[in-house]
Nanobody, 131 residues
Framework: QVQVVESGGGSVQAGGSLRLSCVAS????????MGWFRQAPGQEREGVAS???????VYAGAVKGRFTISKDNAKNTLNLQMNNLLPEDTATYYC?????????????????????????WGQGTQVTVSS
């Protein structure tokens, strides 16, 4: 069906940067929204950033100005450039394929939902930020 594989996580000090990437494959509609969400142990998932088919992007307030989402349609890849990382950014990050032609705003809201099965995501990549 749809497969998503993330990569690029690691351990960095506060103020450092990481670039996450994912590759999506399968029966993906090019009009579907895509994004990133994160989840720390014992906590509910948090939408981080989304990008829709029209190129609009939306970020969570906690990461706005520090993270940048981008995609490469030709390669079916999605990236998340994370700069000025904070300890609060520590979490497992997931690349998500939203199974609907929704706006970036809607995509972020969906990823913030604690239980909604909105589409597909990968195994996640761990990001750890130390002071």
């Amino acid at each position: 069906q749809v497969q998503v594989v993330e990569s690029g996580g690691g351990s960095v000090q506060a103020g450092g940067s990481l670039r996450l990437s994912c590759v999506a494959s399968g029966s993906i509609n090019r009009r579907w929204c895509m994004g990133w969400f994160r989840q720390a142990p014992g906590q509910e998932r948090e939408g981080v950033a989304s990008i829709d088919a029209d190129g609009r992007v939306v970020y969570a307030g906690a990461v706005k100005g520090r993270f940048t989402i981008s995609k490469d349609n030709a390669k079916n890849t999605l990236n998340l450039q994370m700069n000025n990382l904070l300890p609060e950014d520590t979490a497992t990050y997931y690349c998500a394929v939203l199974a609907s032609e929704m706006t970036a705003n809607q995509g972020l809201a969906v990823m913030n939902h604690p239980t909604l099965d909105f589409g597909w995501w990968g195994q996640g990549t761990q990001v750890t930020v130390s002071s």
